[in-house]
């Protein structure tokens, strides 16, 4: 073998040592003895688990590769028939995300971010910590229904914008804090409010839905009641630390305020496309209020692609171009993958496996068990992504005993606690890549959101949720 | 002949980057390209990542990696190394090409200067680029991590110039490691164009493990002899015992530029014990070449 040739060599095996090496272990402990509580089919799904969260993580391979490698391997592994796999790979949670996906891209087409600019200044007004106040709520607010990535794109230019005209002498690293914070963690606060907020919200309820022992069917109008007043709290304080965190430089945002109206101002007042791309939103909203229970939530964010389509607001090339298809793959991989956890025992066994290891705790105080859920959940939306913390550990959440419903909702509200990295959640993420805040101010902050957070989300639990069920007929 | 410069900010670490890159470059009439190697987002976001930057891009606000380009084309311009003084950056001349993003200089100097912005990690991106494109040198900073310096020097297929310390008030020396390998005579001409652009003497020494100085080694040193007379250019030869990678950093300090070939053989042996110019490359505490056979 040549000299190159084993270059290229080498240099393949450092590119892909993740990939070797989860293999390895993979197979490893396919031929390892396992423990007599769990069985063959549940042992290989755990198997399976543990590669797709390391290839998730690592990234060694292409995500869209990784979500057909759960089929390949759930049937390899006889965890589940061929038919079976390809059935738990589409339901309708995969159709709302892909619609709400599709909508997103639709609605950053029509470059309604200048609106929202003029509407966030006349509602703020100059003063710093009114506009933290404002972005924050307009963000929560926004996020809850168009989920996080179209806030974020449709606000962060403006809060840009402001950096960039709030001093002739640049840094301003506070006040540059305080604004891309402001629309990071406002609109993973409101992410939590409605089913579409994230993609972690359907999967949840799917997992609540193919959960034989609970049966769970939360529609959309029953998921903004629980979690709702999370997200009011959750506006409040979050404004409320962000200020304590970062002392801005100066206190008015007058010039800068005064230039972004001039960039804006030229729009003039709305014309009909955007009026209908507004429409169209409204329609599926209150779509998904009050039809979500004979049709499908799916189906309605789908309907909503084609009457974007339809309408010709958008052009089915930009769709298709800036639609992360293979992220939905993932989605659809990721539920398959906790469908047959659950079907194979592999939830159980892990569940039963957590709860043994507090020694009896969450059996003599109920809230440990949240708190569990609360910090396993929080720490693996950190480090991998908060749906796919969801899909990994909801079939697990969801039969560690307590209320099928409360585990489901802390399980998918606490995923959103992933404050503390920029590396994992889509709005930290991007505020990161502007090159403008440094990921030790992600610390700064996110840990006061996170703890504030998680003790909202216990006092909801504690307080709120079971008079809600107490009132209501959904259970 | 083309050069490929990696930056990683606009840092005063960057700019020397830049101004020895310029310096070598116009010394040999070539071509450079400047490289920003961005991080990538997580595969699970991606596409949120590229719907904000759409959005970002209509509000004038760029790539954070496209304002690093500009700044390196202002440095390259007030080195001088481009003479049309109407060439200018203008970022809606981006193109995407073969997973990188290319600005377009439209007037004549663009044809002598590419900018270039990639996202991913610094090995795999400079590894694509160079397999891309041919290139002579890849001038790069100093990795952080030791085994990065080793990965770059082994993977890519190019010289490699790891900018180190640079002092661009200091006048540096140049020091020649000359020894029977088969890119030593690439080396040494090498040496001598940076000598003459840097106005720098060389110092080139033979390092032997053991007194008795093999036939290769003598005649390596007589040859770099003849061919610095040949060149006129100031120089100094010796012939010194000792552990090589520990004498070359020695006589190197922190004033010369060390240059010397890269080792030929032994893959696999290379990536796992590394080599003579690696080890040098990982301790040295001045600006290294290494020639590519």
């Known amino acids: ?475 | 002949m083309r050069f490929l410069i990696a930056i990683k900010d606009t840092t005063p670490e960057s700019k020397n980057i830049l101004h020895i890159g310029v310096k070598i470059a116009n010394g040999l009439s070539a071509d450079l390209s400047v490289i920003f190697v961005g991080k990538k987002s997580g595969a699970f976001i991606e596409g949120d990542v590229a719907l904000a930057r759409q959005s970002l891009a209509e509000w004038n606000i760029h790539h954070p990696g496209i304002e690093v380009l500009k700044w390196a084309f202002e440095s390259i311009k007030e080195f001088g190394f481009l003479n049309d003084e109407y060439t200018a950056f203008d970022p809606s001349n981006l193109i995407e090409e073969s997973g990188r993003i290319r600005m377009v200089l439209p007037q004549s100097s663009g044809e002598k200067i590419r900018l270039l912005l990639r996202e991913g990690s610094l090995l795999n991106e400079l590894h694509k680029e160079t397999q891309y494109r041919d290139y002579e040198i890849a001038i790069i900073g100093n990795p952080e991590r030791k085994r990065m310096t080793h990965k770059l020097i082994q993977f890519l297929d190019t010289s490699v110039f790891i900018i180190k310390n640079f002092n661009p008030r200091w006048n540096y020396k140049i020091l020649l490691c000359v020894d029977d390998s088969v890119a030593t005579k690439r080396a040494i001409i090498f040496g001598a164009i940076i000598s003459r652009q840097f106005d720098a003497p060389i110092h080139a020494i033979t390092v032997s493990k053991t007194k008795k100085f093999g036939k290769g080694y003598r005649n390596a040193s007589r040859w770099v002899q003849k061919y610095l007379r040949m060149q006129k250019l100031p120089h100094t030869i010796s012939m010194i015992t000792g552990k090589p990678a520990d004498v070359f950093l020695q006589e190197a300090g922190t004033d010369h530029i060390i240059i010397m070939g890269k080792s030929a053989g032994g893959e696999l042996k290379q990536f796992i014990q590394g080599s003579k110019p690696i080890h040098t490359a990982q301790k040295a505490k001045s600006p290294i070449l290494l020639v590519k056979p």
């Open chain 1, 1 to 475: 073998m040549s000299n190159s040739a084993i270059r290229a060599f080498l240099f393949w095996v450092q590119q892909k040592k993740w990939l070797l090496l989860i293999i390895a272990v993979g197979v490893a402990m396919y031929w390892l003895p396992y423990p007599d509580t769990i069985s063959t089919r549940g042992y290989r799904a755990l198997i399976l688990g543990i590669m797709v969260v390391s290839l998730i993580i690592t990234e060694p391979v292409p995500l869209p590769a990784v979500a057909i490698l759960i089929a390949v391997l759930e049937v390899s592994f006889r965890i589940a028939p061929a038919n079976e796999v390809a059935r738990s790979y589409m339901s309708d949670s995969v159709f709302f995300i892909m619609g709400s996906l599709m909508m997103a891209v639709a609605i950053i087409h029509q470059g309604l971010d200048t609106r929202l600019a003029l509407a966030i200044i006349r509602f703020t007004g100059n003063k710093i910590y009114d506009i933290v106040f404002g972005f924050v709520s307009i963000s929560a607010l926004l996020a809850s229904f168009v989920g996080v990535h179209t806030v974020v794109a449709l606000m962060l230019p403006v809060g840009l914008t402001l950096v960039r005209y709030c001093s002739a002498k640049q840094p301003v690293p506070n006040i540059t804090a305080l604004l891309l914070f402001s629309i990071a963690y406002g609109s993973t606060v409101g992410s939590i409010g409605t089913p579409s907020g994230g993609a972690r919200n359907p999967i949840m309820i799917e997992f609540l839905r193919s959960n034989s022992e609970t049966g769970t069917t939360l529609s959309y109008g029953q998921w903004i009641i629980m979690t709702y007043p999370m997200v009011l709290i959750g506006i409040l304080t979050t404004a409320f630390l962000l200020r304590t965190t970062f002392k801005p430089e100066f206190s008015s945002l007058d010039s800068a305020v005064r230039k972004l109206k001039i960039q804006v101002a030229h729009k003039g007042p709305l014309n009909a496309k955007e009026i209908l791309t507004i429409g169209i939103f409204v329609f599926i909203f209150l779509c998904w209020v009050l039809l979500n229970e004979k049709i499908g939530m799916g189906i309605i964010a789908i309907a909503g692609a084609f009457l974007y389509m339809a309408s010709g607001l958008i052009e089915w090339k930009d769709i298709n171009k800036n639609t992360n298809w293979g992220v939905i793959l993932l989605f659809a991989g990721a539920i398959s993958l906790g469908v047959q956890m659950k079907n194979a025992g592999t939830a159980v066994w892990i569940g039963n496996g957590i709860i043994g290891m507090t020694g009896g705790l969450m059996e003599q105080f109920e809230v440990v068990r949240y708190i569990v859920v609360i910090f396993l959940t929080t720490l693996l939306s950190n480090v991998m992504n908060p749906a796919g913390a969801v899909a990994v550990l909801g079939p697990i959440t969801l039969n560690m005993g307590g209320h099928p419903l409360f585990m489901g909702l802390t399980t998918a509200t606490s995923a959103s606690f992933s404050y503390l990295s920029a590396v994992a959640a889509p709005a930290c993420l991007i505020i990161y890549s502007s090159g403008l805040v440094k990921m030790k101010d992600f610390l700064r902050a996110g840990w006061r959101v996170t703890a504030a957070s998680a003790l909202t989300l216990l006092i909801i639990y504690y307080l709120y949720w079971p008079l809600v069920v107490g009132f209501t007929n959904f259970k």
